[in-house]
């Protein structure tokens, strides 16, 4: 059984930080690309970042700069460390396990709410 658990979501104030992790059973975690993505209130899910299984990196156009994705494969964890937050930041971030073809995996989201 696959299971992704989220955690270290939370309130913030703007301008501030907040680390995210994600622990993966069940998978051969160092073979799987891992994602973060994020869904707001009434908005569709978006790719927030993503890291492959050679640590190659990519983000979404509107945390570049602040967020930083890193996995540790010995710990089968991703984490997301969130800098300079904004109100914009605020959704339920969801962490993903995908491999081609056929295996993709959600986690059942963390709660990020920035507000002064």
């Known amino acids: 059984q696959v299971v992704l658990v989220e955690s270290g979501g939370g309130l913030v104030q703007p301008g501030g930080s907040l680390r995210l992790s994600c622990v993966a059973s069940?998978?051969?975690?160092?073979?799987?690309?891992m994602a973060w993505y994020r869904q707001a209130p009434g908005k569709q899910r978006e790719l927030v970042a993503y890291?492959?299984?050679?640590?190659?990196?990519n983000y979404g156009d509107s945390v570049k700069g602040r967020f930083t994705i890193s996995r540790d494969n010995a710990a089968n964890t991703v984490i997301l460390q969130m800098n300079s937050l904004e109100p914009e930041d605020t959704a339920v971030y969801f962490c993903?396990?995908?491999?081609?073809?056929?295996?993709?995996?959600w986690g059942q989201g963390t709660q990020v709410t920035v507000s002064s």
């Open positions: 993903n396990a995908k491999r081609r073809p056929l295996n993709n995996y």
């Open positions: 069940g998978i051969s975690f160092s073979g799987y690309v």
């Open positions: 890291i492959s299984s050679g640590n190659d990196q």
